[in-house]
Every structure is written in C-alpha cells, then in structure tokens.
C-alpha cells in the first residue's frame, strides 16, 4: 500500500463508517432504453427473438410476425443445469488446428445490454439482460427468464453449473436463484447475492424498513443498522463473515457471532486464510488504525491494511504507516520504512517461504524479496496504455516452484521485464498485468508494445505484432509446451496458439469476462461472438 493511502486510510475508514450508515443500496438499474414497438419471431430451433426493426427479421421468419408482442413465458426454472440447451455444433479445419463452433446464444442487438455480459468460470455458459418495453429478463445460454422491472448482478456459481441475480418487481425486490425467486424485501445488497466456492451456498444483503441483514441459504440473520460489507464464504464453503454497523459503531459478524466494536471496518479488508480456519480484517480506533487476526488486535499505526495470509495459512503480511514512512509487517514484525510501499502489497511464494513488494525511496522504485532491495525504477508494475490493455499497478509474482520473481518495471519512458533480476527487451509499453510464468516454472510470457503495435514476447522472442492483444487472455498449456492470447488485427478478433492464428470473430470473450482454457495440452476453448451469435469454440492443435 502506498503512503500515501496510508495516510489516507484513516479516511477510508471513515468513509466505510459512512457508506454503511447510509441506507442500502438497493437495485437500482438503468432502464434500457424501450423501443416503440417489439416484434417477436422464432427461429428453426425455436428460440424465441424480440427486435423494434422488422427489417432486421430474416425474410423467411416474417411471415410469423402478426403483432407486436410480449416475450413468452420463460420455462419452470431456465437456468437450472439440466435443462441447458445442447448447442447445434459446426467443424472447420485450418493449417494445424481442428475448430468446433457450438451456438450459445443469439443475440437481439436491439434490446441485449452489452455490458451485462458473464461468462461461467469455465468459459462454457454466457448469461446477459435484456430489456423488453419497460421490463428487462435475464437470458442464460440463449434461454430467457422471467421479466422483472430490472434485473442486475448476474453471476455464475465457481462449478458454473448454477446462476442467480437480483430483481425488482414494483416497490420490492428478491434474488433469483437457479430461476427460483427468493422472498421479497425492500432491497438487495449491491453485489450480492454471491455463491460458496464449492458452488452449494448463497448468500445477500436485504433490507427490511430502516434495518438490513444477511440471508444464507435463505435463512435471514440477525438484523442491524446496516451491513458495512459484502458477505464473503470460507474457502471451504462452511463460514460467513461480514461487517455490521450499530449505532454508531462497527464489528465482524463471524458465523453469527459478533466481534468487538470498532469506530470503523476498513472496506474490503476483511479475509478468511486458505485453511478457513482463520479471520482477520482492519479496523479504526479514533484517528489510529490497526489490524485484528483470530480475534487479537495488532499494534497502532498511522494507517494499516493490505492483508494476506501465506498459502498454508500460518504466516500473515500487511502494509502499515507511521510518522509519514510506510513498512511492511510480516508474522508481526516490522519491516525496513519506506517512503512508500506498492500497490498490490505483499506476495509469498507458493512455498510460503518468500515475501516480496514494491517500494519507494524518494523517487526511485525497487522489489524487495526477503529484505533484499532490488534495482531502482521509476515506477514498478504496469501502467494504463488502451482500453483493451487496462492495467492497474501489479504485484511481483512467483514461479510455482516458487524460486523465481517477475515484474515490470520502467525508467525513462521504456518498460522492461524483469525475472530474476535480469531485464529483458525495453518497450514503450507493457500489457496488464504482470509476466505470466508457465506451471513448470521455466518460462516468461509478456505483452509488449513498440509504437503503435502489440505482440507476445515468450522466452525472450517476439511474437507477430498486431492492434492489440487482449487483457488477461495470456496463458500457457498445462505441459508449458503452448502459449495462447487472444490478438486483434483491425476489427477483427481471434486466439494465437503458438504463433498460429484461428478463426476471426468480432470479439473472443476472455480477460474480465471470459477466458481461454486448455482442457488438455492439445486442446482448448474460449467463447466468441459473431453476427449476433456467441458460440462455444473448441479447437484441437495438431
């Protein structure tokens, strides 16, 4: 965390203190807007297809239009796993890979909102809202829901095999679970609801007059002033936490039992450790801020926050402030001050064994791993260069065997990465994120920019250029023998796989919404959309 936020969490407390003494929010979407009038058609396979154009209807389908009309009823539960459409599949061959387009879904560009596109965990299901004359439906795998006044905070279960959202209907509003309605209440938390990680639980916020509370599994907890925070599960699915406001005071509600009372909750510092077995979070006592872990609090500070534990759960990090320095504090122990300490905080290794961040001396920054300081830089982890290249400050990485350390770093206006400390090729810009490195730990992947062009550097060798590579869509096979990313050459779209390019689309749905998978280390498949269709692609690499 940097010092400047350090200096800045006693206001970020505050605000948490404010936010939550503010009446829920509730789902408040805006309407899309109504077309004049809404014609409905069906196609061969009997989807059913809303549009304001009749020009639009495919000549042979206009035949069925009569009038306008309103969507048909959706069916009993339309995301329920087992009533998920087998999609019609079409082949292709290329140079070195086998293609097979299945079909999601089709899309009324007219009334889908693009924004509100998911897809599952496992890059196989897509979910959207669509809006219908005032009303608006969610549509899961081309299927579409019931109409509600809005629909928002689409998301699948971890397994992908579940969907739920939040509705309003009138002056109410309730949570739709596998297309089954919750109780009515006048708001949904924002955010919520949200599945377990094993996929088996549901939990949201509600509110009920002036009081809010936590329904799991459809059992409401105890009521409160206001809840501070999006509940969040154990790792194990079998715990819940979140923060309360009473009065005019804060606490953490574990498994139901209430924590001490704090002046504020540090937004989003709540945390279970990988074991689940352990809590910890950021709390404000008068103009000081410290850390509580398993129910013991730390020493004061200016400011605190950034919390994690090691993978096996027994080591703890966090990043502190006092007297305008920053440090950072590992299994209670303070580190060398700093001027400043990175975003992105604390990383260890896989093994737990090593620790490593970001910091500042004057304007000079350098990674620091197990306390030794590395060269400086201007600036430390990747910045903002386009749209499709959002990148936001990024913590220094470890290879899974844990021996190795990456980042990017810049000085005078050219970026490098750097592994092990040993710089690579200078660019004039670096993709999102950090450099990948590959499951058996021997590799480095990166997206780089020279003027106005993108490519992939793998192992040191630059890649095709293209117009752009896609956000988060870097990724190598579980052997480490291929290296696949989304690219872009004009407007067109497609995956790279080992330099080899696939099939064109108007848009691959990986990064943020989507991703390639490797099922195997031959074969792999994303989601695409083209000609207001998103299919299912799976591709075979000879």
């Known amino acids: 965390m940097a010092s400047h936020e350090l200096r800045r969490a006693g206001i970020a407390w505050r605000l948490a203190r404010t936010v939550a003494a503010a009446a829920l929010c509730f789902l408040m979407l805006l309407a899309h807007p109504a077309a004049a009038k809404v014609y409905k058609w069906a196609d061969e396979q009997g989807r059913v297809h809303f549009t304001d154009d009749l020009n639009s209807i495919p000549e042979r389908y206009r035949s069925q239009v009569?009038?306008?009309?309103?969507?048909?009823?959706?069916?009993?539960?339309?995301?329920a796993p087992h009533e998920r459409r087998i999609p019609a599949r079409a082949e292709e061959r290329s140079s070195n890979r086998e293609i097979s387009e299945g079909l999601i879904a089709q899309i009324d560009v007219v009334s889908w909102i693009p924004e509100t596109l998911k897809a599952s965990p496992d890059s196989r299901r897509v979910a959207?809202?669509?809006?219908?004359?005032?009303?608006?439906?969610?549509?899961?795998?081309?299927?579409?829901?019931?109409?509600?006044?809005?629909?928002?905070?689409?998301?699948?279960?971890?397994?992908?095999?579940?969907?739920?959202?939040?509705?309003?209907?009138?002056?109410?509003?309730?949570?739709?679970?596998?297309?089954?309605?919750?109780?009515?209440?006048?708001?949904?938390?924002?955010?919520?609801?949200?599945?377990?990680?094993?996929?088996?639980?549901?939990?949201?916020?509600?509110?009920?007059?002036?009081k809010q509370f936590v329904v799991v599994d459809e059992k409401e907890e105890k009521q409160y002033t206001g809840v501070g925070s999006t509940p969040i599960f154990s790792p194990n699915s079998q715990r819940v936490a979140y923060a309360v406001r009473v009065g005019k005071k804060q606490l953490v509600v574990v498994d139901g039992k209430e924590g001490n009372q704090y002046d504020g909750i540090r937004a989003g510092s709540?945390?279970?450790?990988?074991?689940?077995?352990?809590?910890?979070?950021?709390?404000?006592?008068?103009?000081?801020?410290?850390?509580?872990?398993?129910?013991?609090?730390?020493?004061?500070?200016?400011?605190?926050?950034?919390?994690?534990?090691?993978?096996?759960?027994?080591?703890?990090?966090?990043?502190?402030?006092?007297?305008?320095?920053?440090?950072?504090?590992?299994d209670g122990k303070e580190g060398k001050q700093y001027d400043d300490i990175g975003a992105g905080i604390v990383t260890f290794s896989p093994d737990n064994q090593r620790v490593a961040y970001a910091a500042r001396v004057g304007?000079?920054?350098?990674?620091?791993?197990?306390?030794?300081?590395?060269?400086?830089?201007?600036?430390?982890?990747?910045?903002?260069?386009?749209?499709?290249?959002?990148?936001?400050?990024?913590?220094?990485?470890?290879?899974?065997?844990?021996?190795?350390?990456?980042?990017?770093?810049?000085?005078?206006?050219?970026?490098?990465?750097?592994?092990?400390?040993?710089?690579?090729?200078?660019?004039?810009?670096i993709g999102a994120g950090p450099p990948i490195l590959s499951p058996d730990s021997q590799r480095v992947a990166y997206a780089a920019r020279l003027g106005g062009e993108w490519s992939v550097v793998v192992d040191g060798q630059e890649g095709k250029p293209y117009d752009g590579i896609g956000a988060g869509s870097l990724i190598f096979s579980p052997d480490s023998r291929r290296v696949a990313y989304t690219a872009r050459l004009g407007r067109e779209w497609f995956v790279v796989v080992d330099?080899?390019?696939?099939?064109?689309?108007?848009?691959?749905?990986?990064?943020?919404?989507?991703?390639?998978?490797?099922?195997?280390?031959?074969?792999?498949?994303?989601?695409?959309?083209?000609?207001?269709h998103i299919y299912l692609v799976e591709e075979r690499v000879k």
């Open 66 to 79: 009569t009038a306008p009309a309103p969507p048909t009823p959706a069916p009993a539960n339309p995301e």
């Open 128 to 210: 959207y809202v669509v809006g219908v004359g005032n009303k608006q439906l969610g549509v899961v795998d081309g299927r579409e829901g019931k109409q509600y006044m809005r629909v928002g905070g689409l998301i699948f279960s971890p397994d992908s095999q579940r969907v739920a959202y939040a509705a309003k209907v009138s002056d109410k509003s309730l949570a739709v679970v596998d297309g089954k309605e919750g109780r009515r209440y006048d708001g949904i938390g924002s955010g919520t609801p949200i599945f377990s990680p094993n996929s088996q639980r549901v939990a949201y916020v509600a509110g009920v007059g002036d």
């Open 270 to 330: 709540l945390i279970f450790s990988p074991n689940s077995r352990r809590v910890a979070y950021a709390v404000g006592v008068g103009d000081r801020q410290l850390v509580v872990i398993d129910g013991k609090e730390g020493k004061q500070y200016t400011g605190a926050g950034g919390l994690i534990f090691s993978p096996d759960s027994q080591r703890v990090a966090y990043a502190a402030g006092v007297g305008g320095k920053s440090f950072v504090v590992v």
């Open 363 to 429: 304007n000079k920054w350098s990674v620091v791993v197990d306390g030794k300081e590395g060269k400086q830089y201007d600036t430390i982890g990747a910045r903002m260069i386009a749209a499709e290249h959002m990148a936001y400050a990024s913590s220094v990485i470890f290879s899974p065997d844990s021996q190795r350390v990456a980042y990017a770093a810049a000085a005078r206006d050219k970026w490098v990465v750097v592994v092990d400390g040993q710089e690579g090729k200078p660019y004039d810009g």
């Open 499 to 532: 330099g080899k390019e696939g099939k064109q689309y108007e848009r691959v749905i990986a990064g943020e919404r989507g991703r390639i998978v490797f099922d195997s280390p031959d074969s792999l498949h994303y989601l695409a959309r083209k000609d207001r």
